[in-house]
């Protein structure tokens, strides 16, 4: 199929062809299999070539030949590279957000916020450029010095899910690049322009700092061809972000080789409020989290764990809240709720909401698909709240989409109890101004999520902290904090410099 078979040339079309052009590429060179469709209206925006296995296999190739010059570059100036990236995503902030945007369907303050964290997290990666520490430890022998070094690791396959179809790319490749190591990218082909726009970003930062070209490749391919990925030994790291479903299956085949995984998989993230909660503070904190992105974050809140003395309050607040909503095409800067990603998502949340009720729920706001008539192929819902007397299987299940489940708790170890009671681990909050609830929450014995929050929602982590949650969400961390570690291998040297060859443990020999 070529792009001068779409017929009309919609404005969507012209925002996206004109962002394009100004990221560096031409839209009338595109041509393919891959078909780009914009969840806002539904439309048909572009095609793309698609990659098949030997296309994959053969950027592999080209990837590792690369990784081999990259290593021996010193760290602070492969630094340079990711900072150059950082200026032209700061320049190109707008072009490739309205790429996210067209792509994801958020609003653009959203997109552009995407776009914002991979600036941070190249300013981060170009400060780590120069710390890329090991440790001296003292020697138990005399004359011997006992030391770690970090070294590059390898091609690093990074496996991208939509809903954030840059910003997972750059907190992997930022990393990787200043460790040393060369990165090849397959994004979810529901999102190929905007990953490449950011490909075309790095390609140039690149090509202008003189490093090898070839240590960044993107495949655009579906999962099928993406197992190469999986299965090859020259790709030590495969950095997997998408479904549990998913990472069921990337995570054992990878294993199976000995490779490493990074895997950052689903949630289903919940907020504690307690009767000492600031009930204004919890209301925003919580509405933003659940119904934002229409409720396609990883870190989308999905419970609000209410104590029974406050539910009957809190849930008229939330219910209030809710029907002042926006919801509609995000290209209208008042919009604040945009569209589920296509078909499958709507039918998604439809069949959970159904399960909700036959579980004992009751829908009290929402659920509905509006804007039907104005959009036919695009699909808008009401984000929905239910309440429910248990946490059932459903409540149990990570629906991506917007739907609020609201359980009651008497006491704070049995709200504990039941925010833990899930197979996910990755996002989660209390609200309180009470400092003993708040410290129990982020102990030992509270909340077993990788992020664990106090008077914030779930949702909108910091490039900072490391990123990334437990159980059923995969165990790997991203980003900020010491995450840089998984992008690397760790040698110890003992070096002896006594003459003699006493040997550790006391041990006698020859
Ligand atoms: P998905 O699992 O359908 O796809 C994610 C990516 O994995 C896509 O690029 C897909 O093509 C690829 N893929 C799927 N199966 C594969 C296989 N067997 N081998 C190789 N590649 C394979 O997820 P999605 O619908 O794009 O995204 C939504 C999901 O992602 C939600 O569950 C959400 O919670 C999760 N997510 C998690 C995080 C996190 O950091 N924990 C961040 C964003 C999204």
Redesign the pocket.
């Known amino acids: 199929m070529s792009n001068t078979a779409l017929a009309t040339k919609t404005s969507l079309y012209n925002d996206v062809s004109a962002a394009l052009q100004a990221i560096g590429v031409d839209p009338s060179t595109l041509d393919g299999e891959i078909k780009t469709r914009s969840p806002l209206t539904g439309e048909t925006l572009l095609f793309l070539p698609k990659h098949t296995a030997e296309d994959v296999e053969a950027a592999i190739d080209r990837a590792d030949e690369a990784f081999r010059t990259w290593r021996d570059v010193p760290a602070p100036v492969r630094g340079t590279v990711v900072k150059r990236w950082g200026e032209l995503l700061t320049e190109h902030k707008r072009d490739l957000a309205i790429l996210v945007q067209a792509e994801a369907g958020k609003s653009i303050s959203e997109a552009e916020g995407e776009v914002q964290e991979m600036i941070d997290i190249c300013d981060f990666a170009v400060g780590q450029s120069r710390m890329l520490y090991g440790q001296t430890m003292p020697s138990e022998r005399p004359g011997h010095r006992l030391m770690e070094t970090w070294h590059p690791l390898g091609v690093v396959g990074v496996?991208?899910?939509?809903?954030?179809p840059v910003a997972?790319y750059s907190w992997n490749t930022a990393l990787a690049l200043i460790c040393g190591d060369s990165v090849v990218w397959?994004?979810?082909?529901?999102v190929a322009l905007s990953a490449l726009g950011a490909h075309t970003l790095l390609a140039r930062a690149i090509e202008e700092q003189d490093a090898p070209a070839e240590i960044i490749q993107l495949v655009l391919?579906?999962?099928?061809a993406?197992?190469k990925?999986?299965d090859d030994p020259r790709v030590p790291l495969i950095s997997?972000?998408?479904?549990?479903?998913?990472?069921r299956?990337?995570g054992p085949?990878v294993a199976a080789r000995f490779g490493k995984t990074i895997?950052?998989?689903?949630?289903n993230n919940a907020a504690i409020v307690t009767p000492d909660a600031d009930l204004d503070l919890a209301l925003r904190g919580i509405v933003f989290a659940a119904a934002g992105t229409a409720g396609?974050?990883?870190?989308?809140m999905r419970r609000v764990i209410v104590h029974e003395s406050i539910a009957e309050e809190l849930t008229e607040k939330l219910v209030s809240a809710y029907q002042t909503l926006t919801i509609g095409d995000p290209r209208d800067e008042q919009i604040l709720v945009g569209p589920l990603?296509n078909e499958s998502?709507f039918q998604g949340m439809q069949d959970a909401l159904k399960a909700a009720t036959e579980q004992g729920g009751t829908v009290i706001t929402g659920g509905n698909r509006v804007l039907e008539d104005e959009f036919p192929e695009a699909y808008y819902v009401e984000p929905a709240i239910v309440t429910m007397p248990a946490q059932t299987d459903i409540v149990r299940d990570?629906t991506?989409a917007p739907i609020l489940y609201v359980l009651t708790y008497s006491t704070l170890e049995e709200a504990i109890a039941l925010q833990n009671d899930v197979p996910?681990g990755?996002s989660s909050a209390i609200f309180t101004e009470n400092q003993r609830e708040a410290e129990l929450f982020v102990s030992a014995s509270g909340s077993d999520c990788g992020i664990a929050n106090v008077n914030i929602g779930t949702s909108g982590a910091e490039i900072g902290g490391a990123?990334?949650?437990e159980k059923e969400?995969?165990g790997?961390r991203?980003s900020g904090s010491d995450s840089w570690k998984s992008y690397m291998r760790r040698a110890t040297n003992t070096v002896n410099y006594s003459g003699e060859l006493p040997l550790a443990q006391g041990v006698k020999f020859l």
């Open positions: 496996i991208s899910a939509f809903n954030f997972v397959k994004p979810s082909e529901m391919t579906d999962r099928y993406a197992e990925l999986l997997a972000t998408g479904s549990t479903r998913m990472g299956e990337v085949r895997l950052e998989l689903g949630g396609q974050r990883c870190t989308t990603i998502g990570e991506f996910q990755l990123f990334g949650g969400t995969g790997g991203e």
